[in-house]
DNA sequence: CCTGAAATCTGGTGGTC
DNA sequence: GACCACCAGATTTCAGG
């Protein structure tokens, strides 16, 4: 799917805030109300908005805590490396996984309520996980910056 | 702000899709669609629910790349650091920042559509902050998940 | 005071040019 | 891509618990 000035335009102030009608949407991207529609329905559809969602303050839910997490494993079975994969997946504390080259095979980003908790998530981890060799912890002391938005270029 | 059972099931449906009609949110949270929306509006308005961002995908737009960054920093001078921070919330490159404890000063989560890209914005990172002292790199091969949301409990 | 129900009004949907 | 008619959902108001 190739996007256009008008739906990188759209993609960037729908990432802002996506609760926006498209009249509102029309003030700055010089299209019809009704264009603007069916252009983010497309954009659904194909799957480059793969979401709209809503974030929480973490304060306000009693769950404070960011544990960023640094993760070497043993790289030979594949099997096992799929596994893992998914096992991280499928924990709600695991907010973001990503699969890095460097000194850590895994970065996470896990919230947690307290260190307890965030223990025994550890805990889980190489125990169900035996490719797991050792990890990392960095507690977030402050969160600086927070979100998922990605800028898009109005021309390619 | 407390928040009652009726509020923190919302929250959970509404962080996976903020989209949804307040009827459809009816059908799980045993409340009339009217009570669903005035909840949800006391949760906006409160700051609760902070923002609602449409989530794309990367690879859709030419953004392929993610980096993860440990920085280390030179902490004496605290005007610096607030300077440091006030630079990287500003950068649209950086999606995420965390002031950490270990190792490292700050762990960042940033985009780019290439290296070079990467590269430059890293090069004025040092040049325009003297505090940094140094870091390292992660290339993301993959992304196994990706998200900010927050598990709620139901009862406190 | 907060929840559920009815009426109004605004925004989204699909056709057509 | 814009215009128009239609329908669904949101907002407001009011009654009941």
Redesign the interface.
């Known amino acids: 799917?190739d996007?256009d000035r008008f739906d990188?335009q759209l993609?960037n102030l729908?990432?802002?805030?996506?609760?926006q009608t498209a009249d509102r949407l029309a003030e700055h991207v010089a299209l019809s109300p009704s264009a603007i529609q069916r252009r983010l329905r497309r954009l659904r559809e194909?799957?480059?908005?793969?979401?709209?969602?809503?974030?929480?303050?973490?304060r306000?839910?009693?769950?404070p805590t960011?544990f960023?997490v640094s993760l070497q494993v043993e790289r030979e079975r594949p099997d096992l490396m799929a596994q893992l994969?998914k096992w991280?997946?499928a924990q709600?504390?695991?907010?973001?996984?990503?699969?890095?080259?460097?000194?850590?095979d895994?970065?996470l980003?896990v919230?947690a309520?307290d260190a307890e908790t965030y223990d025994a998530l550890m805990g889980r981890l190489v125990s169900e996980n035996p490719n797991v060799a050792r990890f990392?912890?960095?507690?977030?002391?402050?969160?600086?910056?927070?979100?998922?938005?990605?800028?898009?270029?109005l021309e390619?």
Do not use: W
């Not at 194909?46 to 973490?58: F, T, W």
């Not at 709600?92 to 850590?104: I, K, L, M, P, R």
């Not at 990392?136 to 270029?153: D, F």
């Open positions: 799917m996007l990188r993609l729908v990432q802002q805030d996506c609760g194909s799957g480059v908005i793969e979401r709209e969602s809503a974030i929480v303050d973490p306000a839910v009693g769950r960011l960023i994969r991280l997946a709600e504390h695991v907010q973001q996984a990503f699969y890095v080259t460097g000194e850590a895994f970065v980003v919230t309520p990392t912890t960095n507690v977030a002391m402050s969160v600086v910056k927070r979100g998922l938005t990605i800028p898009v270029p390619e």
